[in-house]
């Protein structure tokens, strides 16, 4: 009887005939199906696929080479890996339903549509590139066994021409046949699994029975393809002997007789862990079982415990029988120890024709559940075709394409150390799915198999990546390059998924553990951000100063916040709710670093207050509150005019139209001012931003160009008390130089401008000034600015008042007049000529309300035509000198 001679040819033979491939492809008998139990359903196929031919052609070869103590050091550690991921399978598969897809639905659904996507086609890739792999490996076996012999002269049964053309003809057939079964329907062969299932269960049970019945005798060995091994004509089986066993306790790696290369504990390792995999087939069924969540880990856990005995069984049978040599030098050993030989041949063919058949399935139930995702567009929408019974069988002759051109390539070893490799990391990111769930601590994570923890999965991570990098380190890292590729394109290319991201529930547990370690007790001033509440009326007219804030606040807290007037109580329901979704999108299409916050108030003031009150979370509030300046000035709509914003889109259709000028305003001036005080008492900074509409960046102005920051740090309405060093001008200062910080503002200058009377001392208080500068490490252009003229205004001003006996209003507001104003903001135009942005003080709101409208006329006319304008001012120290 010919050998089967498809074992002679490789060094690594697990990897032509034994990769992990196997019945991991869903299979689905029906569209209605959900009727098959647990032995059917999940340890039929699980066994199937875990030992496929591993057990008859590459056992003998580990324990030869690994001797007995080192194959179970390896049975053990292949095990301990592939246990770890059974354990997230478990998990996985009894926290909710299962649908088609098996490792790509349970990996897209707790990972979102990247991972999955991009796991699902490496599934896919891996089990159309197994079936070739085992469709080779088949016709390698049938032209050993029935091919015509190189001499030319064979025994009668050897008819079969050989050659590549031959074997791709022959492979073609078998590719056929199993084809015809997957269009008819995976319901022919999930009959057909248990009689193959009770074949191979014979054959083991012949090969073990074979052990204790047959007696000792010679075995002639196949000659050696490999110039570096000595040929050996006789190996003996011996039976039961106390010596062969001794022999075969301790490792004896050698040169492989059939490539000539030294084999070591990690190559061995490698051909071994090949037949421990095949672990997710009763996963994949999970649609065809009557109790997908009950049969799944008592299914696989059966299926795992019996091989590992099995194999365990095996190698001490092998270690008392047979001699080293005789395990070392032929592979297909066990056909010439069997009681019938023909039975491991018939053994053989079935595991091998039978793991073609499932891979195909398998990978055309992967690309139908791909394509049902719509995860690539109209590319794979072909594949979601199927006929009256639910069979996709677009998707099948789609797969039976792609194996059929693997074929030609005709590289069993390339092919199948790619395979497992693929299968190695769709384990990994199985772990990692179920690691990832556990560390998101979601109350809906509540699996029924409660027999993991985050340990398990981490150990099944490690295990994985170790093995995908023993294997070959070149096609591992080939492997991730090609997953990550498919990660970020379909991160950028999918569209968004109902499925629900497993990174936001990561985030939100983390950002809640660190919210809570910030303690707001110990904050610091030499860590002080600006943390930044932008009240916005209408996105239409604001798209400059919204984009201008998200340049200040320098990595701190951005919030827009909006007040819709109205009450809950004359409403049906919340109107913000669906209103929220616009403002996310603006935030989204701006690129901006923002959180939205809406609230539903009686007034713009009160929404306001309720806003500084509760926005924010812990530590992080904002200390800081932007509006927009309050004049009769008509708006625009930039929004319709921005490129990212389509005529169509719904997104800014939401949004009112812009204010039309004479037209009732939401807010009146004392309301503003109210605001204001509102802020400062609140202990909140306030900025009044003026003109942003006219706001051009700086990368607008071209390279060349340079741009200013002007920055006047004096309160221009007190100029009888005006200091550059109180709590206001710091303040000012620091958002100057925060702003000339940002990336976009980097090449802009800081002009300083000090203001000065002719008879005081200018030189002291520039030096002043310069030394200020230097402590707080702000690099910034002074300029001195004489405005005797322009105080003089003021000082006849306040003598015509004190004459009046107008004196009883804090702050002097009544003292400074338009004439003095309007000097003031003539000095500021002819000093700072056409900067980008400038910097005024904003001196605090008058106690007494009804000189609200006075104080606002004051900022109108101080800040006319000035382009645009930050008012500021500050309550909180923010700068420091400390290290």
């Known amino acids: 009887m010919p050998r089967v001679g498809a074992s002679e040819r490789s060094p690594l033979l697990a990897y032509r005939l034994c990769s992990s491939i196997s019945v991991e492809g869903e299979t689905r008998v029906g569209a209605s199906a959900r009727k098959l139990p647990t032995f059917l359903g999940v340890v039929v196929p699980t066994l199937l696929s875990m030992f496929s031919v591993v057990l008859f052609l590459r056992l003998g070869f580990v324990v030869g080479q690994a001797g007995l103590y080192h194959s179970l050091v390896m049975f053990l550690v292949a095990y301990f890996i592939i246990g770890m991921t059974v354990l997230s399978v478990c998990a996985i598969s009894t926290n909710g339903a299962l649908d088609a897809g098996g490792a790509y639905y349970m990996i897209s659904r707790a990972l979102g549509p990247e991972f999955g996507g991009s796991i699902g086609i490496m599934f896919f890739l891996a089990n159309v590139c197994g079936s ?199 592979y297909s050993f066990l056909r010439d120890i069997n009681i019938w030989p023909p039975f491991v041949i018939i053994g053989v063919y079935c595991s091998t024709l039978s793991a073609a058949m499932s891979n195909l399935i398998g990978a055309s139930r992967i690309l139908y559940a791909l394509a049902k995702d719509d995860l690539f567009g109209k590319a794979l929408s072909p594949a979601k075709r199927t006929s009256r019974s639910g069979n996709p069988w677009v998707a099948v002759v789609f797969s039976w394409v792609l194996v059929q051109l693997v074929l030609f390539s005709g590289k069993l070893n390339t092919i199948a150390a790619v395979v497992t490799i693929f299968f190695l990391l769709v384990y990994a990111t199985v772990d990692l799915a179920c690691l990832a769930l556990e560390w998101a601590s979601a109350p809906n994570f509540r699996p029924t198999f409660r027999y993991f923890t985050w340990h398990t999965c981490v150990l099944g991570i490690a295990g994985c990546v170790i093995m995908v990098f023993l294997i070959s380190p070149i096609y591992a890292s080939a492997s991730v390059v090609f997953m990550v590729v498919l990660l970020v394109a379909l991160h950028y290319l999918s569209p968004s998924s109902s499925w629900g991201y497993i990174s936001q529930a990561l985030i939100f547990h983390q950002v809640r553990k660190y919210l809570l370690m910030l303690d707001i007790r110990k904050e610091h001033v030499k860590f002080w951000r600006p943390q930044v509440l932008l009240m916005v009326r209408n996105p239409r007219t604001s798209l400059q100063l919204i984009s201008f804030i998200n340049d200040l606040k320098k990595s701190g807290l951005y919030i827009l916040g909006h007040v819709e007037l109205d009450t809950l109580d004359s409403l049906p329901a919340d109107p913000l709710a669906d209103r929220s979704d616009s403002w996310l999108q603006l935030v989204d299409r701006l690129n901006i670093k923002a959180f939205v916050n809406l609230t539903l108030s009686d007034s713009v003031r009160h929404g306001t207050q309720q806003l500084l009150f509760i926005s924010g979370l812990g530590g992080m509030r904002p200390n800081t509150i932007a509006l927009g300046f309050y004049d009769d000035t008509a708006s625009q709509d930039y929004l319709s005019q921005h490129p990212a914003f389509t005529s169509n889109d719904v997104a800014w259709q939401n949004f009112p139209p812009v204010w039309a000028a004479g037209t009732q305003k939401r807010i009146s001036s004392h309301e503003y001012v109210g605001i204001i005080a509102d802020a400062v008492k609140m202990l909140r900074n306030v900025l009044l931003a003026r003109s942003f509409e006219e706001l051009k960046l700086p990368q607008a102005s071209g390279w060349r160009s340079q741009t200013f920051i002007d920055v006047w740090p004096i309160n221009l309405l007190r100029p009888d008390s005006a200091r550059y060093v109180d709590t206001s001008s710091l303040f000012l200062l620091q958002m100057a130089c925060v702003l000339a910080m940002t990336r976009a503002w980097r090449r802009a200058r800081l002009r300083l401008f000090l203001c000065v009377e002719s008879g005081s001392r200018t030189g002291g208080q520039e030096d002043k000034l310069r030394q200020l500068l230097k402590d707080l490490r702000i690099q910034a252009d002074i300029h001195t600015v004489l405005w005797d003229n322009v105080v003089a205004l003021h000082w006849h001003n306040r003598e015509q008042v004190s004459e009046g006996h107008i004196t009883n209003f804090p702050g002097n507001a009544a003292c400074v007049s338009n004439e003095y104003l309007s000097a003031v903001n003539q000095l500021i135009l002819e000093q700072s000529s056409s900067p980008t942005v400038r910097f005024l003080y904003l001196p605090r709101p008058p106690a007494d309300t009804n000189l609200y409208l006075r104080y606002l006329e004051q900022l109108e006319v101080l800040t006319r035509g000035l382009g645009p304008t930050l008012l500021v001012h500050g309550v909180s120290a923010v700068t420091s000198t400390e290290l």
């Open 132 to 330: 070739a792999l085992y469709i080779l490996g088949l016709v390698e076996a049938i032209v050993d066994d029935f091919g015509v012999p190189e001499g030319g002269v064979g025994a009668a049964i050897q008819v079969l021409p050989r050659g590549y053309f031959y074997d791709i003809l022959y492979g073609t057939v078998l590719l056929l046949l199993c084809l015809l079964v997957c269009l008819v329907g995976a319901g022919i062969y999930a009959k057909a699994t248990f009689i193959i299932f009770l074949i191979v269960m014979v054959v083991l049970a012949t090969v073990c029975l074979s052990f204790f019945v047959v007696k000792p005798h010679t075995v002639q060995l196949p000659p050696s393809s490999s110039n570096n091994v000595t040929d050996h004509a006789h190996a003996n089986f011996t039976g039961f002997k106390l010596s062969t066993l001794q022999g075969n306790l301790p490792p004896d790696y050698i040169v492989d007789y059939t490539t000539g290369k030294l084999m070591s504990f990690s190559t061995v390792f490698a051909v071994m862990f090949n037949g421990c995999t095949g672990i997710m087939a009763g996963s994949n069924m999970s649609g065809d079982l009557k109790r997908p969540s009950y049969s799944i880990p008592r299914g696989t856990i059966m299926a795992v415990v019996f091989t590992y005995i099995v194999y365990n069984l095996l190698a001490v049978l092998l270690s008392c029988t047979c001699e080293r040599l005789l395990l070392q030098r032929d």
